[in-house]
């Protein structure tokens, strides 16, 4: 009751005092209040939602509210209900604690939409203070324990598997392969500081995901978080793989697949830069390469645009568009790159 009358009464009163021009400081400290929330406005939560609306969503509706379809939900509740950090602890009075399945489906709501905190809370009938909390351990969880367990490099056996099977992935062959590698932009927010430096050459603002996949689309290797205007190469530069990519990669037994954007590595094979003068063997080199970097590229607009249509992707990546915009210092390439890069090309036009 006392809410429908401060709803009703203060927007009455401003009306009032605005009438009168050596009132402007009363107007401006009641809106400044109401904004503030010192005066509240009375807020209408959803009751049920999660009890009643979310278990008959349509499987595609689950999906595009939730990003991830419900058998994917629920694994991960599963995997997440072990951890410590998130089980029920036993009732005891006062107000029960959230079941681990909604604390995982606020938290993917939340990683899914661009709803503030306010509407999230709401929707699910809890207090903002409840969703901040139960959002932050969900997310430590996913970090802590599950990040190790579904993004690892693979074992020696799994690489020489790999490897055969990105040889056989397209109508050209590529031996030694267990990645492809490349950067993909996440759009954000501009940050309130150095904002400019999140802008990026695509005109959004963004901070950058490094990814390394397998053949079956699958992360071996992440890197996340520097802002989307740095380039490729020094991404990589600061990132794990750059001191371990060589030891990983069995000491130059493998390598990774990239674009022009990075250096040739005895570890990481990039295509020869074309300057009009390209022999047809190195030609034949850089189709059959990119052929294989697909995966990649696939993957990555996968992330952002959540699993539409492979072949639209497909249609839509420039290969050419980072050696033009974003040209690797031909200093930073080692002679093994090169010399591995060469033999490969030998053995392709063979």
């Known amino acids: 009751m006392a809410d429908n009358i401060i709803n009703f009464i203060i927007p009455f009163l401003i009306d009032q005092i605005a009438d009168d021009d050596d009132d402007c400081m009363a107007v401006n400290m009641l809106k400044a209040q109401l904004d503030n929330g010192i005066i509240r406005k009375k807020r209408e939560k959803c009751h049920g939602f999660f009890e009643r609306t979310v278990p008959s969503l349509f499987p595609d509706t689950f999906r595009r509210f939730f990003r991830v379809s419900r058998g994917t939900a629920e694994v991960l509740c599963q995997h997440l209900g072990r951890c410590r950090e998130l089980k029920k602890r036993e009732y005891r009075g006062g107000r029960e604690e959230l079941a681990t399945d909604k604390k995982v489906l606020i938290t993917l709501r939340y990683l899914a939409s661009q709803e503030n905190t306010m509407e999230i809370s709401d929707r699910f009938g809890i207090t903002e203070y409840t969703f901040l909390k139960h959002k932050e351990k ?124 990075y250096p040739l590595k005895v570890w990481l094979i990039t295509p020869y830069r074309d300057t009009g003068r390209l022999t047809r063997q190195q030609k034949y080199f850089n189709k059959c390469l990119a052929s294989k970097r697909q995966a990649a590229c696939v993957l990555h607009n996968i992330c952002i645009q959540n699993g539409e249509d492979i072949e639209e992707f497909l249609e839509q990546e420039d290969q050419n568009e980072d050696q033009v915009l974003n040209p690797v210092n031909i200093a930073e390439n080692d002679a093994d790159g090169a010399i591995k890069r060469i033999n490969i090309t030998n053995l392709l036009s063979n």
């Open 138 to 261: 969900v997310i430590h969880c996913i970090n802590n324990n599950l990040l190790g367990k579904f993004i690892k490099w693979p074992s020696d056996a799994e690489m020489n598997t790999i490897a055969h099977q990105f040889n056989d992935i397209g109508a050209y062959n590529f031996p030694g392969v267990v990645g492809a590698i490349d950067g993909s932009h996440i759009p954000i927010e501009p940050p309130s500081e150095n904002p400019n430096s999140y802008y990026n050459r695509k005109r959004f603002h963004s901070i950058i995901l490094q990814g390394i996949c397998k053949d079956d689309l699958q992360f071996i290797h992440t890197n996340i978080g520097w802002p989307g205007r740095v380039h490729d190469a020094k991404v990589l530069k600061n990132s794990s793989i750059w001191t371990d990519g060589y030891q990983k990669c069995r000491f130059g037994q493998n390598h990774l697949l990239g674009d022009a954007a």
